[in-house]
């Protein structure tokens, strides 16, 4: 008798001539996510994987693990056994008294039989079994329509048992769909955002512009964890520091203050595009919501994206406040993201900023200011860093 998981992946875009490429980088991405768990092996069976080779005490950290690679539909814990029925009925009983721990009683037998020549069909398997586990199981009551648990028993090239079966992220595997580059703040919407562009299998790239010495060395370090906690579904994640604090001063010292906060805003966007086609990316990502703040009217927004040449995609568009929240909560990056260290849009803000800014007038304010000669600045005091789960 072994322990192992099994898991499903979506079916969905697995239909197709891609399905090969879809499973090897599915396979990948699992092989990544189970480096630390020594032992662990990913192994390939018939539209799903079998984890094995762990330690039994690790099982639920490698579920938990398991759970956040995109492209995974369901884990669940399972033994394997020969296909003698008696000994499969054992493993389900096991199975099964494991289930009942959680204070549920009532039960089903779903069986499959995917090797034809088992001389048991799957309804004779499901009903002897369902007998066997009224008999030797303390407590389990059968219930055909609405049972607290359906114990599962497959006929492959062995027996494989289990009861309970994990939701996992879902999504594609990170890789299937192209880079985009995302406008990582310290705050609680962008990293939500990069999530959810993450898991459509888009990989990641990211931007973060830093203010020192107005923003400290903890304010770096936020984002680096924020990343860090983004990477464990999304893969390693470069992380280009920017520096920022000497455009910042300039736009400071030469264009209108209610304009502080949208030219900023163009000069983030030009200079993210910029390192964006350094890493091969072609798209933007970013954190805004509809008339969050004054830099998030449709007037804003427009005038920000008007300085860019690629798609600049904002998944938390539509969403309230308290629904990013939510989510943020749901992905673990909430807690780090209201840690309360400055950001660099809070140094230079403005009292009064325009909320529907004139393109004209933008561009007017601009025109003192050395575009590329400051980008070209910024970004030689820049850093990279390469950001692992
Ligand atoms: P967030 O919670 O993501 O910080 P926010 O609601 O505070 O968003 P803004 O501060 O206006 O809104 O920022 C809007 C978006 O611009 C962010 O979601 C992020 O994508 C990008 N952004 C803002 N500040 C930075 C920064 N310092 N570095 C990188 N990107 C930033
Ligand atoms: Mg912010």
């Known amino acids: 008798m072994e322990h192992l998981l099994l898991v499903r992946y979506g079916e969905i875009f697995l239909k197709g001539l891609n399905r090969p490429f879809f499973e090897k980088l599915l396979v990948k991405r699992t092989r990544e996510a189970l480096e630390e768990f020594s032992g662990a092996e990913v192994i390939r069976g018939d539209g799903r994987f079998y984890i094995s080779g762990y330690k039994e005490e690790d099982e639920r950290a490698v579920i938990g693990r398991i759970r956040e690679v995109f492209g995974l539909h369901s884990v669940c814990p399972a033994v394997k056994t020969d296909k003698e029925f008696k000994t499969v009925c054992e493993a389900a009983a096991g199975k099964l008294r494991d289930a009942l721990k959680g204070g549920q009683s009532t039960f089903k037998v779903e069986a499959r039989r995917a090797d034809k020549k088992y001389p048991m069909d799957s309804m004779e398997i499901a009903r002897e079994a369902g007998a066997f586990l009224l008999d030797n199981v303390e407590g389990a009551k059968v219930d055909i329509h609405n049972p607290d648990i359906t114990v599962a028993i497959e006929i492959r090239d062995a027996a494989y048992c289990y009861a309970e079966v994990i939701p996992c992220a879902g999504g594609m595997p990170v ?6 580059a995302l406008l990582l703040s310290g705050g609680i919407d962008s990293p939500v955002a990069g999530y959810m562009v ?3 299998g888009v990989e990641i790239c990211a931007v973060h512009f830093h203010s020192f010495p107005y923003t400290g060395e903890k304010a770096r370090q936020k984002v680096i964890d924020l990343a860090k906690i983004l990477a464990r579904s999304a893969g390693n994640i470069k992380l280009h520091i920017v520096h920022f604090t000497d455009i910042q001063t300039e736009i400071y010292q030469k264009c209108p203050g209610e304009e502080l906060t949208i030219i900023m805003r163009r000069f983030m966007m030009r200079i993210a595009e910029k390192l964006a086609r350094q890493d091969g990316a072609q798209a933007l990502v970013t954190g805004e919501s509809v008339g969050q703040v004054a830099s998030q009217t449709m007037q804003s927004l427009y005038v920000t994206d008007s300085v860019v040449g ?24 909430y807690e780090t993201s209201i840690l309360p260290y400055e950001d660099c849009c809070t ?3 403005a009292k009064h900023p325009v909320t529907r800014p004139r393109m004209a007038n ?7 200011l050395d575009t590329l000669g400051l980008i070209e600045a ?3 005091k820049s850093e990279t860093l390469l950001i692992e789960p």
């Open 310 to 333: 690629m798609p600049v995609f904002r998944p938390v568009i539509g969403m309230d406040k308290i629904e990013i929240m939510d989510y943020a909560r749901k992905i673990g990056t």
């Open 347 to 349: 140094v230079f803000v």
């Open 175 to 180: 890789g299937s769909n192209g880079r985009a």
């Open 198 to 200: 993450a898991k459509r």
């Open 362 to 368: 933008i561009e007017r304010s601009e025109s003192v």
């Open 378 to 380: 910024s970004l030689q």
